[in-house]
């Protein structure tokens, strides 16, 4: 497994930017698939973006397309989530996780398809 700490998240005003990060110690990260996931109050945690091992393979929920963009940088076992023209529905609780994908391009997108997670970044807009 992995250990994953996310950071970067705060408060933005509506249509700004946020670029979240999450940093990951272990053997063999490189070989992960990553997912950022989100949790807003009383709801349930929800996947957003992902990408693959090698970063050759990326996915999105329709209601950040064009807006967030998710990449990696395996020599720094780092991921990162960049947002722009944020709005208030984004609200949440961002989480990163990773899904030991043995090589795989595929983006599993359940809560369980993943092993390891961070604690979470708080990212909140203001309208």
């Known amino acids: 497994q992995v250990q994953l700490v996310e950071s970067g998240g705060g408060l933005v005003q509506a249509g700004g930017s946020l670029r979240l990060s999450c940093a990951a110690s272990?053997?063999?990260?490189?070989?992960?698939?990553v997912g950022w996931f989100r949790q807003a109050p009383g709801k349930e945690r929800q996947f957003v973006a992902g990408i693959s091992w090698s970063g050759g393979h990326t996915y999105y929920v329709d209601s950040v397309k064009g807006r967030f963009t998710v990449s990696r940088d395996n020599g720094k076992n780092t991921v990162y989530l960049q947002m722009h023209s944020l709005n208030p529905t984004d609200t949440a609780v961002y989480y990163c996780a990773a899904d030991n994908s043995y090589g795989s391009i595929l983006i599993r997108k359940s809560v369980y398809d993943y092993e390891s997670w961070g604690r979470g970044t708080q990212v909140t807009v203001s309208s």
């Open positions: 272990g053997r063999a990260f490189s070989s992960y698939t």
